[in-house]
């Protein structure tokens, strides 16, 4: 089976954010940065996959040299080969254009794959379109923010989170599929892993080079401004014996806040 | 016109969807247009009343043999084509899980990009803002979009539904021209969770735990919580939930689900960085905690500084006694 992989470099999840009102972006100095803690979930499902069934696993980035850090990851956990796609737009919060990308890279160089995998969502911009958007474009069925997969021969059944429940979603091959965690539990790279990564020639297709108009390649969103949230006024403490502070909360609650 | 998805689960229309269509009523008074709504699959009928009560002015009933059971593929492709037809200016969902299933694989087809899971609108200029949370919400961007028609997802709990006293309106019939045999993905089976709790994520009231709970055993204290408050889910930091103590489903935070109800209560939970960006946009936060030194306290509306196990036994009595009355 072959399987791809989608990655993305993100802020890591204990940072503080920092934003530039001016510019209207979000401070990158001083961050650190990691692979998007969802695509472990989706790297390490391929690797499962392919040491149960056979196969390859290459992992695809979009961004710049920098994301050279993350592919090397991947590699290190045990996936077969790395691509950069090497796009210099930086954040476009523009989810169709990563698709657009992918989905040209996909026909234009690599048209074989069985499955395609990827995170439910990149940490940070949040915006979990890429999965869905991908799959329209190269006209495949999805199954989004998956906790469970099965792959049989060219069927797939997967299990995926709803309110309140979950849902089975069944498809068959070639097919999107985003990881939610719980998924798996992704391994650790091997120190073996981590040496041998490091002497991977990580091949780079620059995103020009993929035939795509400069309307398409033209991010979709005209960004008016980043705030960071109102901050919250200082609360209040509740002093007193544990009934008596439940009795005030429970009041305040309904009176105060009038939220009950 | 905006269009709206209506999504309904057993023939009743989920509240997200008339939070979707109350926002997209009022966004459209100001922009002097109509509203639609768009509800798929078959036996739909007497839910249009309620999309008409809750603002638009037209039902729109898709019907086919590949739309009985959900899939995004066909989805899309019907609401596709509806969208060439009735030409909206714009197509709103609620974020829930179909919402953000189903949202990008339309913008995709139309070839139009997607403003995700949004918290505000703002019409200015006669153009519409969109604000959503980024990083969790430790940020928030705003922007506009620049294709038509224009595509956005709403989050559910944010938007205040409305009542327009209305009951009818235009109900459309249509048969949507996808067939089963051109949709390789479907829906085979839906599963609720236990007693058909709540997901955190459309909760009005979260009993959240977190290391302080001490153990598996006693988030069992949390399900009482929430036994009595109606609307109410239990949630957990990501310590209590790489512990293994509760599901994952259950983790608020930046790995886990983003929320907004009325009260979030936290037990025992520190308030990391990561965990807060999940829940800062709730109305009122309750933190019990006892170290007051504990970070939650800053993003706290009300604090108790003690021992959990003291304090839910007489909260839940209080809660009980408030509810009754």
Known sequence: MNIFVFVKRVPDTESKIKIKRETKSVVEEGLSFILNPYDEFAVEEALRLREAQGGRVAVFCVGGE????VLRKCLAMGADEAVLIKDAAGETYDGLRTARILAKALQAKYPEFDLLLFGKQGMGADNGQVPSMTAELLGLPQANVVTKLQIEGSAGAAVREIEG???????SLPAVVSAQKGLNEPRYETLKGIMAAKKVQIPVVPVEDLGLSAAELAPGLEITGVDTPPERKAGRILTGAPEEAARELAQALRSEAKVL | MILVYIEAREGKIKKASLEALSEARRRADELNLEIGGALLGSGLEAAAAEVFARGAHKAFLLEGEALDAYSAQAEAAALEELVKDARPEAVFFSATARGKDLAPRL??????????????????????????????????????????????????????????????????????????????GRVTEVRSGKGGALDVTEAEVIFSGGRGMKGPENFALLEELSGAVPRSAVGASRSA?????????????????????????????????????G???????????????????????YGIVGDLFQVIPPLKEELKKLLEE
């Open chain 2, 279 to 301: 829940m800062s946009s709730s109305k009122v936060i309750v933190a019990v905690n006892k170290d007051p030194e504990a970070p939650i306290f800053k993003a706290a509306d």
């Open chain 1, 165 to 171: 429940g979950e849902e089975t979603v069944a498809f």
């Open chain 2, 241 to 277: 939930v790489d512990s293994g103590w509760i599901d994952h489903h259950h983790q608020v935070g930046q790995t886990g689900k983003t929320v907004s109800p009325n009260v979030y209560f936290a037990f025992g939970i520190s308030g990391a960085i990561q965990h807060l960006a």
């Open chain 1, 66 to 69: 920098e994301s050279l850090i």
């Open chain 2, 107 to 184: 913008a995709a087809r139309l070839g139009v990009s997607l403003a995700s899971d949004c918290t505000r609108l703002e019409v200015k200029d006669g153009r519409i803002e969109y604000t959503r949370p980024i990083f969790a919400g430790k940020a928030l961007l705003s922007f506009r979009l620049k294709s038509a028609p224009q595509i956005a997802s709403l989050r559910p709990n944010v938007f205040p539904l409305l009542d327009t006293g209305r009951k009818d309106g235009e109900v459309v019939k249509r048969a949507a021209a996808v067939r089963p045999d051109q949709v390789r």
